[in-house]
């Protein structure tokens, strides 16, 4: 498993831990200069689990460094699949076999659907609300809505890939080319490649104010240095709210669930509950 991690130290643990007890065999993680002492769990994990560290102290550019991160798990690790991962997702097994049961087979790549989860508790890992059948906003609004909650939208899915004759990654790891998939791109392009179904990922964006801000806060650095950067929409509106003082109200009103909220997004199935993750989240924990 790759991670690029940037200040994530209220989840890495959680990660890495869950990760490891679903049959994941190596980590190799790229810290961008953390401040929240993100670095000194990660050394401290190293005791336990096999760990590659990279620091890396330059600006930000996702798509080469987690090529770099492919490469170590192919030379260093050995590994045979890389399950490109955030901090921030949680890759669960839809059955009863664990994830290194679940790819015991040789491919190139394979694309996984991404779920969103609501925050709607101070505790995010208590958090069991799905976001299922997302809510399709014009491009226009996600710029100028204050009523548009992005955590609703629709998410890209992520990819799992052998690592040997990895041709091309994607800056976010939704897509990639491998010479044994050249032949279905050409013939129908990425989004038409079958999904891999027996593995879900379960994406916790946003886990309270502070994780919020702070997130927020890298991204106005970001944007400082360059409006060239690639950065989604509502980031850039997000750091416009942040500069303008509105950044708590915009997470009391799109960004965190009241229960009344929860209610509406049942009554239209556009979210559901799902307690799996929770469990397998805080089983992993206490296992070790």
């Known amino acids: 498993m790759t991670i690029l991690v940037k200040d994530e130290a209220d989840i890495i643990e959680a990660n890495i831990r869950t990760h490891a007890s679903l049959g994941v065999d190596a980590f190799a993680i790229m810290d961008n200069g953390s401040r929240d002492g993100t670095r000194e769990i990660l050394s401290k994990l190293q005791k336990e689990f096999e760990i590659v560290i990279i620091d890396e102290s330059g600006d930000y550019n996702q798509a080469k ?46 694309t996984i659907h991404r779920y969103n989860m609501l925050l709607h508790t101070k505790e995010f890992f208590n958090s069991s609300y799905l976001v299922e059948n997302p809510v399709f906003y014009s491009k226009s609004k996600q710029l100028s809505s204050q009523h548009l909650s992005i955590i609703l939208t629709k998410i890209a899915p992520k990819t799992i890939i052998n690592p040997h004759g990895l041709i091309y990654l994607r800056g976010g790891n939704h897509k990639a080319l491998h010479i044994g998939n050249i032949r279905d791109y050409l013939r129908s392009g990425y989004d038409k490649i079958k999904r891999f179904k027996d593995i879900e990922v379960f994406h916790y964006p946003i886990r309270g104010y502070a994780q919020f801000e702070n997130n927020i806060k890298n991204r106005k650095r970001l944007l400082e240095k360059s409006k060239k950067i690639s950065m989604g929409p509502h980031y850039r509106r997000w750091v416009k709210l942040y500069n303008e003082d509105k950044l708590l109200k915009e997470f009391e009103n799109t960004v965190f669930f009241n229960q009344k909220d929860i209610d509406t997004l049942l009554k239209y199935d556009i979210v559901k509950y799902n307690n799996t993750i929770k469990s397998k989240i805080m089983g992993a924990i206490k296992s070790f």
């Not at 798990?73 to 949680?90: G, Q, S, Y």
């Open 65 to 110: 460094w987690m090529r770099e991160l492919a490469m170590v798990a192919k030379n260093r690790l050995k590994a045979d699949w890389v399950i490109n991962n955030d901090a921030d997702e949680f890759w669960i097994p839809k059955n009863s076999l664990n994830l290194k049961e679940n790819l015991a087979f040789k491919g190139s790549v394979l």
